[in-house]
């Protein structure tokens, strides 16, 4: 093998061979094997979008503008729509407040064409329920007896809050929640959002039902992050408005009413000194500065394509843990534009 392919693990060549010895551990950011619980997202995962959770608060250095209207939305209890292009630190805010004031881990609820209203809100398994009760119902099993499928007690068993609505539960503190890239949604998202964002409130209707016939009753149900809360007369009703952060790329415009009820923050490109400390936080002083003459090309680069900063640390990383001897030839190819050119 050349010189000039050693760094290659997979060679093409049609031979099995042991070179996945070789492999260098995976950057943090994509180390499924080290996860850990101060990490865990909304679903109990590790969050491994921006890397490991301790490092999070260190990737987010925000400016004076940037300080005053994420405080606004604190003083206000307003959400905050953060738009700004891909890796500008959009998402790594919810993160740095909530490590910054201790409120515990962020809810995160991923906007893709498809989700509704009801998907943030919370989830009734109403097929489920209907299995249990009719297996039950064979063994002599009184459906209706208190804990079972069928009774009033056993149907928050069947329910499983979304983000948003666990972020909505009554708590001394605020939960934060990021409304993740908001502009992948479809048309009515927005709308839909603007009555409980302004209530801080929602009804499950299924609790209700069972309100009625016995007021006052609590159903035990899931949260989005993998506890258990009551529900009382099947509302949920917040005491602390949660910390909203709503993100989008620019690729569309949200409806007035929407902006009314939003505090707008517009996040521009990062200089140098601040991709110098992204850098450091995933991958260390030394590659920082290694890559430095990397983060001044991607920034030459920023000024006339569209490029993200997630796409900047691939580069790093590759060329200082392979060192391929094609180091710019192979950084050009990890950051490729993103934008059509012109």
């Not at 010189?3 to 070179?19: K, N, Q, V």
């Not at 499924?32 to 890397?51: K, M, W």
Request: overall charge negative; hydrophobic content about 40%; aromatic content about 4%.
């Amino acid at each position: 093998m050349t010189e000039s392919s050693e760094w290659l693990i997979y060679r093409g060549a049609g031979e099995p061979h042991d070179g996945l010895d070789r492999l260098p551990a995976p950057p943090p950011w994509r180390d499924f094997a080290s996860r850990d619980t101060a990490g865990a997202g909304a679903d109990g995962s590790e969050d491994r979008r921006l890397g490991a959770h301790r490092h999070l608060a260190e990737l987010h250095r925000p400016g004076a503008e940037e300080l005053e209207m994420i405080n606004a939305a604190l003083y206000l209890r307003r959400p905050l729509l953060v738009t700004g292009s891909p890796g500008a630190g959009k998402s790594t805010l919810a993160h740095s407040v909530a490590y910054e004031l201790g409120l515990g881990n962020v809810l995160r609820w991923p906007i893709v064409s498809r989700s509704t209203l009801q998907d943030g809100l919370y989830h009734y398994d109403a097929i489920a329920r209907l299995q249990d009760v009719q297996i039950a119902a064979p063994q002599g099993a009184d459906p209706a007896a208190p804990g079972a499928p069928g009774s009033v007690e056993g149907i928050g068993s069947y329910i499983r809050l979304g983000p948003l609505g666990t972020a909505l539960l009554p708590s001394d503190t605020p939960r934060v929640l990021l409304i993740d890239e908001l502009d992948k949604s479809d048309i009515d998202l927005p709308n839909d959002l603007l009555n409980v964002l302004e209530e801080g409130e929602f009804a499950i209707p299924e609790l209700e039902r069972v309100a009625d016939r016995l007021p006052g009753a609590e159903a035990e149900v899931l949260t989005a992050d993998g506890s258990k809360a009551r529900v009382r007369d099947g509302r949920v009703r917040c005491r602390a408005f949660p910390f909203v952060v709503l993100t989008s790329n620019g690729e569309r415009d949200f409806p007035a009413p929407l902006m009314r009820r939003c505090i707008h923050l517009e996040l521009g490109r990062p200089d140098h000194k601040r991709l110098a400390t992204f850098v450091r936080a995933h991958l260390g002083d030394e590659a920082a500065r290694a890559g430095d003459d990397l983060i001044t090309h991607f920034l030459e680069r920023s000024r006339s394509e569209l490029v993200a900063a997630d796409q900047l640390l691939n580069a790093i990383y590759l060329t200082d843990a392979a060192a391929p001897p094609s180091r710019d030839r192979l950084a050009d190819l990890l950051i490729q534009r993103l934008d059509r050119p012109r």
